[in-house]
T-cell receptor, first 110, second 115 residues
Framework: GQNIDQPTEMTATEGAIVQINCTYQ??????LFWYQQHAGEAPTFLSY????GLEEKGRFSSFLSRSKGYSYLLLKELQMKDSASYLC???????????FGKGTMLLVSP | DTGVSQDPRHKITKRGQNVTFRCDPI?????LYWYRQTLGQGPEFLTY????????KSRLLSDRFSAERPKGSFSTLEIQRTEQGDSAMYLC?????????????FGSGTQLSVL
């Protein structure tokens, strides 16, 4: 089976930096994804990590440590529109399907 | 690129009725996935197709659920004898095979309410 943990909620202030953590325990590993989901909308792809290290893409960066079963999503220069749920998802080495965590609801306040 | 489209956006039904949802994937994508999501939870995998072949079904998927993708293009998800516990957002996603880097593109979902 797979177990993916992330905080339920986080709050931050506009212009600040926030780090959303994700830990996972899977029988295999073939990639970790972060998706953003605004209320009532479809999840949209943010980032993909399969090797250890940091992947930077504009204001968003994602980090992976395979030995620790750990990832984080870093959001810089927060904007109000970043208020959303952030989903961590893992692809098990033996399967094509993605298993999602419960998501972290981020609220950005002025 | 018109994206993944799902129909209907909302469905209200009475317990015991059958419902069917449709998903039209991005045209060049050969994989199609169905997920279910309830409030405060992440999407939960139900089943997926590669072209017209259904390759995997979740062990959690009841026999009341069936999915088809007859010509390898659009897909339908049918729920028979609906129960209140079936109330959820049903998400469809499509992708092109790219190995581990395969990205899923999601539709906006069908929100099912079973009364």
């Amino acid at each position: 089976g797979q177990n993916i943990d992330q905080p339920t909620e986080m709050t931050a202030t506009e212009g600040a930096i926030v780090q959303i953590n994700c830990t996972y325990q899977t029988s295999g590993f073939n990639g970790l994804f972060w998706y953003q989901q605004h209320a009532g909308e479809a999840p949209t792809f943010l980032s993909y990590n399969v090797l250890d290290g940091l992947e930077e893409k504009g204001r968003f960066s994602s980090f992976l440590s395979r030995s620790k079963g750990y990832s984080y999503l870093l959001l810089k220069e927060l904007q109000m529109k970043d208020s959303a749920s952030y989903l961590c998802a893992v692809r098990d080495g033996g399967y094509s399907t993605l298993t999602f965590g419960k998501g972290t609801m981020l609220l950005v306040s002025p | 690129d018109t994206g993944v489209s799902q129909d209907p956006r909302h469905k209200i039904t009475k317990r015991g009725q059958n419902v069917t949802f449709r998903c039209d994937p991005i045209s060049e994508h050969n994989r199609l996935y169905w997920y279910r999501q309830t409030l405060g939870q992440g999407p939960e995998f139900l089943t997926y197709f590669q072209n017209e072949a259904q390759l995997e079904k979740s062990r959690l998927l009841s026999d009341r659920f069936s999915a088809e993708r007859p010509k390898g293009s659009f897909s339908t998800l049918e729920i028979q004898r609906t129960e209140q516990g079936d109330s959820a957002m049903y998400l469809c996603a499509s992708s092109q095979i790219q190995g581990a880097a395969e990205k899923l593109f999601f539709g906006s979902g069908t929100q099912l309410s079973v009364l």
